[in-house]
């Protein structure tokens, strides 16, 4: 870990600490993948990671804390998802690829982080606020490229001028963003993950250009 990281009163921990408190967050982290967040306990998450419950509360105000805090860190990574737009181009076999790799990096990092972003969806839909900025920091990095992508269409004259680039940029993150969430419940509607992101590429292609891609 780098920087300063400190305990809940304040004093700077040293390498042991900073170490236990990670392997704390990692032993979390492999908690909510199986059991449902509020299930989850001080004793159980100190316990699995061979600790006490005083050394958890060193670090930690309690397990919401330490969830924000991997939340935190998840979204820090989640920032990153812009880069698969920077510099890309929309035109032609080019613009087909760029909705490919968005779409393949979109699913990927959810499933990474799937246990979290469900942690964080469920704070967001009953109004936390804190679960909410999370959320939409990591929807605003892939959000406002993609706005700026529909921007620079327009100036090029190769999108309708009536075409609002947030209300499309806005859309489609949402959209990316509630079928990374369900990949698992598409295989109950017959839909293969084979089939899902060329098609879901797709939309977001005709959502940028609005034209069919040219493959």
């Given at each position: 870990m780098t920087?300063?990281v400190?305990?809940v009163?304040?004093?700077?921990?040293?390498?042991?600490?900073?170490?236990?408190r990670?392997?704390?967050?990692d032993c979390?982290?492999?908690?909510?993948?199986?059991?449902p967040?509020?299930?989850?306990?001080?004793?159980?998450?100190?316990?699995?990671?061979?600790t006490?419950?005083?050394?958890?509360?060193q670090y930690f105000?309690d397990?919401?804390?330490a969830?924000?805090?991997?939340?935190?860190?998840?979204?820090?990574e989640?920032?990153?998802?812009?880069?698969?737009?920077?510099g890309?181009?929309w035109?032609?076999?080019?613009?087909?690829?760029?909705?490919q790799?968005l779409?393949?990096?979109?699913?990927?990092?959810?499933?990474?982080?799937?246990?979290?972003l469900?942690?964080?969806?469920?704070?967001?839909a009953?109004?936390?606020?804190?679960?909410?900025?999370i959320?939409?920091?990591i929807?605003?990095?892939?959000?406002?490229?993609l706005?700026?992508?529909?921007?620079?269409?327009q100036?090029?004259?190769r999108?309708d001028k009536d075409v609002?680039?947030?209300a499309?940029?806005?859309?489609?993150?949402?959209m990316?963003?509630?079928?990374?969430?369900?990949?698992?419940?598409?295989?109950?509607w017959?839909?293969?993950?084979?089939?899902?992101?060329?098609?879901?590429a797709l939309?977001?292609?005709?959502?940028?250009?609005?034209?069919?891609?040219?493959?």
């Open positions: 920087g300063q400190r305990t009163d304040g004093r700077v921990a040293g390498r042991r600490g900073q170490e236990t990670q392997k704390l967050l979390l982290s492999e908690m909510l993948s199986s059991s967040y509020r299930d989850v306990k001080v004793i159980d998450v100190a316990r699995r990671a061979g006490s419950p005083a050394t958890f509360y105000p397990v919401e804390g969830v924000l805090e991997i939340a935190e860190q998840m979204a820090a989640g920032a990153g998802l812009a880069g698969l737009l920077e890309r181009s035109a032609g076999k080019a613009g087909w690829q760029t909705a790799e779409v393949d990096g979109f699913l990927d990092f959810w499933r990474k982080h799937d246990a979290i469900r942690v964080i969806d469920l704070g967001a009953e109004g936390d606020k804190r679960f909410y900025k959320r939409m920091k929807l605003n990095s892939v959000n406002n490229s706005a700026d992508s529909v921007a620079e269409l100036s090029k004259g999108v609002s680039p947030a499309i940029a806005g859309s489609l993150v949402t990316l963003a509630a079928v990374a969430s369900h990949q698992k419940g598409f295989s109950s017959g839909v293969k993950q084979a089939d899902l992101k060329p098609n879901l939309l977001v292609h005709l959502g940028i250009t609005g034209r069919k891609p040219t493959r």
